[in-house]
């Protein structure tokens, strides 16, 4: 345990900066309606997930990091927006953007036609697929060992989509958790026989030895649960944001930025 945290804490060396960053954009002053009349600028709300490393995920002392986290705040910084993220959970950050209570959501949201229908997305930012894992070392290798078998998955999201489309060919039922951690755990005690996940965040959760899991599938590289990640607002709705959004995407896209901090993360673990 102590040597997971200390593998953690050298994978975040050097991004207190990025972190101060983050919580610097939070500190603006808000204005009670948004846009202020005197001209100053909205603090946009962002919602995101409490718990999907190596997206966002919070520090010990709470400041949330993460390739989410620092591309959003790259992101403001290019364009001259204001905001405060919040970490609300991936169900109800998407929830609470429909509400109307918050403006937008980055929190390794998967761009699908579905959500397109109330969603509007910004343009791709990082390539997904989901896959399932089990107990590194246990009974379940593959999907054909989970017949009458209870397997976790994660509320609303894109790999609980994927395990409800192999349940009755697999021969399993889902029990389903609020966050990635939790399942994760829930796995780990042997209660469920998998769980299933973006491959990118399982696969960061079993390299840097956080989770004693193995990967034991992964849906087809072409099938409709490969799609990219987007930022994405409630559909007709904060235009000006989405376009900003993608505006700073390709500005730190063509300087570099881009590169360095998703390099930051995959190739600390690597
Ligand atoms: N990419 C997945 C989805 O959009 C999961 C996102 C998450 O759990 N934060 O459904």
């Known amino acids: 345990m102590s040597n997971m945290l200390t593998r953690r804490q050298a994978i975040l060396a050097g991004l207190g900066s990025i972190a101060t960053l983050g919580l610097a954009a ?36 709470g400041t949330y990091v993460g390739i989410d986290v620092e591309l959003l705040a790259a992101v403001a ?25 918050a403006d937008g959501v980055i929190a390794g949201m998967s761009i699908t036609d579905e ?11 990082y390539d997904s697929t989901v896959c399932a894992a089990a107990k590194d070392g246990g009974d379940i290798k593959s999907l054909d060992d989970l017949k009458d078998k209870t397997v976790a998955v994660k509320t609303g ?11 009755e060919k697999y ?9 990635s951690d939790v399942m994760y755990q829930d796995v780990e005690a042997g209660n469920t026989a998998c769980c299933f996940e973006d491959t990118p965040v399982m696969s960061y959760a079993i390299s840097t030895g956080n989770v004693k899991l193995a990967l034991i599938a992964e849906a087809e590289a072409d ?44 190739q600390s673990v690597a």
């Open 26 to 61: 939070c500190g603006g002053s808000a204005s009670s309606d948004g846009a202020a009349a005197d001209g100053a600028s909205k603090v946009y709300k962002i919602a995101t997930d409490t718990t999907f490393a190596p997206f966002e995920y919070a520090e010990t002392d």
């Open 77 to 101: 910084a290019d364009q001259g927006f204001e905001y405060e993220l919040e970490p609300l959970g991936f169900d109800a950050a998407l929830q609470a953007v429909q509400a109307g209570q």
């Open 115 to 125: 959500r397109k229908k109330i969603f509007d997305f910004s343009e791709p930012y």
């Open 157 to 167: 999201t894109m790999s609980e989509s994927w395990a409800n489309s192999l349940a």
């Open 171 to 179: 021969g399993f039922t889902t029990v389903a958790f609020d966050t």
């Open 223 to 266: 099938s409709e649960f490969a799609t990219p990640y987007g930022f994405a607002v409630n559909k007709g709705e904060n235009a000006e944001l989405l376009s900003m959004f993608d505006a700073g995407l390709a500005n730190i896209k063509a300087d570099g930025t881009y590169d360095k901090i998703v390099g930051t993360y995959v």
